[in-house]
Every structure is written in structure tokens, then in C-alpha cells.
């Protein structure tokens, strides 16, 4: 007896996307935890998950990862552009670390936070906000850089104004032989930013989708609510917006070089990610699945092994 045989005519039937086959989804997560970074035939040849054994080494290990392509871009003479996320955030501490060991300055790097709270109209918390993504990438990285840090006027937050600005900018970057590089975390609901599964629905075929930049007061799925609830506001539903403005597959998929991070683990055998890890490793790219398209990009995964599984009943 399991979800699918029990669903219908129950409170969650219509409730996930329309597009996703919870069969499928199912057998992606079926694999001995061995396996996981078996490579798959639509992995991009320069794409590999690094597997973790506990949190702190994954925040060094993605933090480093971030500082060294900081460093790459700077020794080259070149700018560089970073999608950067509010989740995981361990990572932003090392990276610091790193440049200001490696006496690094960041006036090259153009950073664009890829989503932010928000209400319906797409206006966002202020600045000065605990909850407010901005407020936390000025405490974890841009703020602790101290001297080496990134310009401000290079900063870019997904506010009503700014957002709909990336494209553009990113463009103009390009055009002048900076890379782009996305740093993410992968949802419980398979989004990339607040690039919702459910938007797939819209679109007539996946290039439409993938031509989508942003999406200004996008809709949250209640998953996605309750996920930020568990792991951003300390249980408290009712301090979570239910709408945001997000980033779309239009910027994430121009990346030149990619470093994820997946540490949902939840501690004495609990977890919230590994059916989200292991869709993404597993499932091909999939309008309804956003993060399924991020092993058909160059760069790194990093994960915690305990997300491997095995993915099955253990009562707490």
C-alpha cells in the first residue's frame, strides 16, 4: 500500500503538478544508495555529484568551490556573474574565508540574487528584514568580505525593479567574456530558485519554458511554503510569504559552470531532500521537474550522503 495506490478520491489528489508521473518519480528513488552518482546519458560530460559525509564538510567543500572560481576569473583578467541563492548557506562563510586567505578582491564579480519574498504585486521585504534574502547575503557574504568584497553597485537583489534588469545585465556580462555561474539548492518541490514545477503548465513545450528570464509575484506551491517554514523560519508557518519573485530557466540554463548543494538532511534519521536529490540525478530534463535540467550543465553537485538513502520507512 503506497501513495499512488491510495490517492484518489483523497485530499491530495490534484494537489502535486499535473505533469508529474509519481511512478517514475518513485523508481528514480528505488536505486541502491551506492549508485547515485552512476552517470546518466543526459548528464553533461563536465557534470559530477561529490558526495558528503556530514554538513561541515559540504560547506567547506561548496564554499571552496565558489572562492576558487572567484579566483580562476580573477588571475584570467576576467569578470564573472553568479546567480547566488538564500539556501544552503553554510557555504558563504568559507567562501569568504578562502578569498580572504587567498587575499582575493571581488571588484570583478557581479553577483544576482535569483529570488526574493515577495507579495502578489512583487513588492519585497525591506532590506533590513531578518526574512529578507538580501539582508541575508549582506551578513553571510558580502558584509564578512570586509575590503575584498563585491562593489555594491555590483550587487543585484530580485526586487520589483531590479529583477526584470538580469537579463539584460547577464547579456551585457557575456558579451564581454564573463561567465555565468549558478549556485543553488534544489527544493523540495524540484524548483531552482522559486521556479515552481507547477508554471510548466503555462508553456506548450519545453522551449517556451526555457526561454521564461523571471517571474515577478510568483505563486509558491504550499510545499515549497512548508519546506521554507521547516528549514527558514524555525516551524512558523504564518511568518512565510506565499508569494515571490524568481528567476527563470531563461538565466539558470546560460550557465557557464554550475555548484549545487543539497544538505537537507534533518538529524536522528530524518530528511526532506532525498527524493528531490535523487528525481534530479535520475529523471531526464523535464519542464515539470526544474531541477532535473541542472546535470545537463558543467560543474558540481555536492550532497550529503545520508540523502542517498536508502529511501525507505523508518519510523521516528
Same mark, same amino acid.
Given at each position: 500500500?503506497?501513495?499512488?495506490?491510495?490517492?484518489?478520491?483523497?485530499?491530495? #489528489?490534484?494537489?502535486?503538478? $499535473?505533469? @508529474?508521473?509519481?511512478?517514475?518519480?518513485?523508481?528514480?528513488? !528505488?536505486?541502491? =544508495?551506492?549508485?547515485?552518482?552512476?552517470?546518466? !546519458?543526459? +548528464?553533461?560530460? #563536465?557534470? &559530477?555529484?561529490?558526495?558528503?559525509?556530514?554538513?561541515?564538510?559540504?560547506?567547506?567543500?561548496?564554499?571552496? #568551490?565558489?572562492?576558487?572560481?572567484?579566483?580562476?576569473?580573477?588571475? *584570467?583578467?576576467?569578470?564573472?556573474?553568479?546567480?547566488?541563492?538564500?539556501?544552503?548557506?553554510?557555504?558563504?562563510k568559507w567562501a569568504v574565508y578562502f578569498l580572504k586567505e587567498w587575499n582575493i578582491d571581488c571588484s570583478h564579480v557581479y553577483g544576482f540574487?535569483?529570488?526574493? @519574498?515577495?507579495?502578489?504585486?512583487?513588492?519585497?521585504? =525591506?532590506?533590513?528584514?531578518?526574512? $529578507?534574502? &538580501?539582508?541575508?547575503?549582506?551578513? *553571510?557574504?558580502?558584509?564578512?568580505?570586509?575590503?575584498?568584497?563585491?562593489?555594491?553597485?555590483?550587487?543585484? /537583489?530580485?526586487?520589483?525593479?531590479t529583477l526584470p534588469t538580469y537579463a539584460d545585465k547577464i547579456a551585457a556580462l557575456k558579451a564581454e567574456g564573463a561567465e555565468l555561474i549558478?549556485?543553488?539548492?534544489?527544493?523540495?518541490?524540484?524548483?531552482? *530558485?522559486? @521556479? #515552481?514545477?507547477? /508554471?510548466? $503548465?503555462?508553456?506548450?513545450?519545453? *522551449?517556451? +519554458?526555457?526561454? &521564461?528570464?523571471?517571474?515577478?509575484? $510568483?505563486?509558491?506551491?504550499?510545499?515549497?511554503?512548508?519546506?521554507?517554514?521547516?528549514?527558514?523560519?524555525? !516551524?512558523?508557518?504564518?511568518?512565510?510569504?506565499?508569494?515571490?519573485?524568481?528567476?527563470?530557466?531563461?538565466? /539558470?540554463?546560460?550557465?557557464?559552470?554550475?555548484?549545487?548543494?543539497?544538505? %537537507?538532511?534533518?538529524?536522528? %534519521?530524518?530528511? @526532506?531532500q532525498g527524493l528531490s536529490l535523487w528525481t534530479t540525478l535520475r529523471h531526464g530534463p523535464y519542464r515539470w521537474l526544474p531541477s532535473t535540467?541542472?546535470?545537463?550543465?558543467?560543474?558540481?553537485? /555536492?550532497?550529503?550522503?545520508?540523502?542517498?538513502?536508502?529511501?525507505?520507512?523508518?519510523?521516528?
Amino acid at each position: 500500500m503506497n501513495f499512488m495506490q491510495t490517492v484518489k478520491g483523497s485530499m491530495l #489528489e490534484g494537489f502535486y503538478p $499535473a505533469g @508529474w508521473d509519481m511512478d517514475k518519480i518513485d523508481s528514480c528513488c !528505488s536505486h541502491p =544508495p551506492e549508485t547515485i552518482s552512476e552517470r546518466q !546519458s543526459f +548528464w553533461h560530460n #563536465e557534470f &559530477q555529484p561529490i558526495s558528503c559525509n556530514e554538513v561541515q564538510e559540504l560547506d567547506v567543500k561548496m564554499g571552496h #568551490e565558489i572562492a576558487s572560481q572567484i579566483r580562476r576569473s580573477k588571475v *584570467a583578467g576576467r569578470k564573472v556573474a553568479f546567480i547566488l541563492p538564500v539556501g544552503p548557506m553554510g557555504m558563504y562563510k568559507w567562501a569568504v574565508y578562502f578569498l580572504k586567505e587567498w587575499n582575493i578582491d571581488c571588484s570583478h564579480v557581479y553577483g544576482f540574487n535569483m529570488d526574493e @519574498w515577495s507579495d502578489g504585486e512583487g513588492r519585497t521585504l =525591506p532590506s533590513d528584514n531578518p526574512g $529578507a534574502f &538580501q539582508y541575508a547575503m549582506e551578513q *553571510a557574504f558580502y558584509g564578512p568580505l570586509g575590503e575584498l568584497t563585491v562593489p555594491v553597485n555590483q550587487r543585484h /537583489f530580485a526586487t520589483l525593479e531590479t529583477l526584470p534588469t538580469y537579463a539584460d545585465k547577464i547579456a551585457a556580462l557575456k558579451a564581454e567574456g564573463a561567465e555565468l555561474i549558478t549556485v543553488f539548492g534544489i527544493g523540495r518541490m524540484m524548483h531552482i *530558485a522559486f @521556479w #515552481e514545477p507547477h /508554471f510548466g $503548465a503555462e508553456f506548450e513545450n519545453d *522551449a517556451e +519554458w526555457s526561454k &521564461q528570464t523571471h517571474r515577478i509575484g $510568483a505563486q509558491l506551491h504550499p510545499l515549497t511554503i512548508e519546506q521554507n517554514a521547516i528549514t527558514s523560519f524555525k !516551524s512558523r508557518t504564518t511568518l512565510v510569504p506565499c508569494r515571490a519573485n524568481t528567476i527563470g530557466p531563461g538565466l /539558470f540554463l546560460q550557465s557557464d559552470y554550475i555548484i549545487g548543494g543539497c544538505d %537537507g538532511a534533518l538529524g536522528r %534519521g530524518m530528511q @526532506w531532500q532525498g527524493l528531490s536529490l535523487w528525481t534530479t540525478l535520475r529523471h531526464g530534463p523535464y519542464r515539470w521537474l526544474p531541477s532535473t535540467y541542472m546535470p545537463t550543465l558543467p560543474g558540481k553537485l /555536492f550532497f550529503l550522503n545520508e540523502l542517498a538513502g536508502p529511501l525507505e520507512a523508518d519510523v521516528n
